[in-house]
């Protein structure tokens, strides 16, 4: 059985950075495609970055393009997603998720196999 564990969420200031940790057992994390995503209250689950099974290719939403980055560790079993400059808007719950597709990257909650039970980050002004 799968297990997703995130950690690193919490209170932070507007223009602050935050690092967010998930930690991935009980599969071949090496196979997994890996994603983050996120969701605002009385909002959608949305798309927030996303990174190949090699680390070679990574995706974002244009929301944290140019601030935000996403690494993996094969090694550790863990992705990470970095946060800078943050704002308000980025106060939501984030979860950390995996996909077994072959391919491409995990871009798109319904191609999900295994998500995180997510962590709050909350960004205040």
């Known amino acids: 059985q799968v297990q997703l564990v995130e950690s690193g969420g919490g209170l932070v200031q507007a223009g602050g950075i935050l690092r967010l940790s998930c930690s991935v057992s009980?599969?071949?994390?090496?196979?997994?495609?890996m994603g983050w995503f996120r969701q605002a209250p009385g909002q959608e689950r949305e798309f927030v970055a996303a990174?190949?099974?090699?680390?070679?290719?990574?995706s974002f939403a244009d929301s944290v393009k140019g601030r935000s980055t996403i690494f993996r560790d094969n090694a550790k079993n863990m992705v990470y997603l970095q946060l800078n400059s943050l704002k308000p808007e980025d106060t939501a719950v984030y979860y950390c998720?995996?996909?077994?597709?072959?391919?491409?990257?995990?871009?798109?909650?319904?191609?999900?196999?295994?998500w995180g039970k997510g962590t709050l980050v909350t960004v205040s002004s």
């Open positions: 998720a995996a996909s077994s597709r072959p391919g491409g990257l995990l871009t798109s909650p319904r191609i999900v196999d295994y």
């Open positions: 009980g599969g071949t994390f090496s196979r997994y495609a």
């Open positions: 990174i190949s099974w090699s680390g070679g290719s990574t």
